[in-house]
């Protein structure tokens, strides 16, 4: 799997670009957290509405969509909230996805991702 995530432009709205398959790792935590979100919250998320998580979820199941299959590369702007929950779902991802069945099989690729967004300086 090629993994690559990467830091544009910082801000508010904060430009990143990535690779579809780490927009896919986003959007199956994203489904497990939104699915689970009574046990996920109370590890990940801080003060955020089941409903404002569905939100995001869903913004990222779009831009699944409208990514172009010959795409090596996605690009996205989020804002701050946007970008410290997928901050947040990727750390979840790193932290527990060896402990879900849907998620294990990527969680190698995930802490790697997650590893190359700790390298960027907030």
Same mark, same amino acid.
């Given at each position: 799997?090629?993994?690559?995530?990467?830091?544009?432009?910082?801000?508010?709205?904060?430009?990143?670009?990535?690779?579809?398959?780490?927009?896919?790792?986003?959007?199956?935590?994203?489904?497990y957290?939104?699915?689970?979100?009574?046990?996920?919250?109370?590890?990940?998320?801080?003060?955020?509405?089941?409903?404002?998580f !569905?939100? @995001?979820?869903?913004? =990222?199941? #779009?831009?699944?969509?409208?990514?172009? $299959?010959?795409s %090596?590369?996605?690009?996205?702007?989020?804002?701050?909230?946007?970008?410290?929950?997928?901050?947040?779902?990727?750390?979840?991802? !790193?932290? @527990?996805?060896?402990? =879900?069945? #849907?998620?294990?099989?990527?969680?190698? $690729?995930?802490? %790697?991702?997650?590893?190359?967004?700790?390298?960027?300086?907030?």
């Open positions: 799997m090629k993994n690559m995530f990467k830091v544009v432009a910082q801000g508010d709205p904060t430009h990143v670009e990535m690779s579809p398959d780490v927009l896919d790792m986003a959007a199956q935590i994203s489904t957290i939104d699915n689970n979100f009574i046990e996920s919250d109370f590890f990940t998320l801080g003060n955020v509405r089941h409903e404002d !569905s939100k @995001f979820r869903s913004s =990222i199941e #779009e831009a699944q969509i409208d990514a172009s $299959d010959e %090596d590369t996605v690009s996205l702007s989020l804002d701050k909230e946007q970008y410290r929950l997928f901050d947040a779902v990727m750390w979840y991802g !790193s932290n @527990f996805g060896d402990d =879900i069945a #849907e998620l294990e099989p990527l969680h190698d $690729d995930i802490c %790697d991702v997650r590893e190359e967004m700790n390298l960027i300086v907030e």
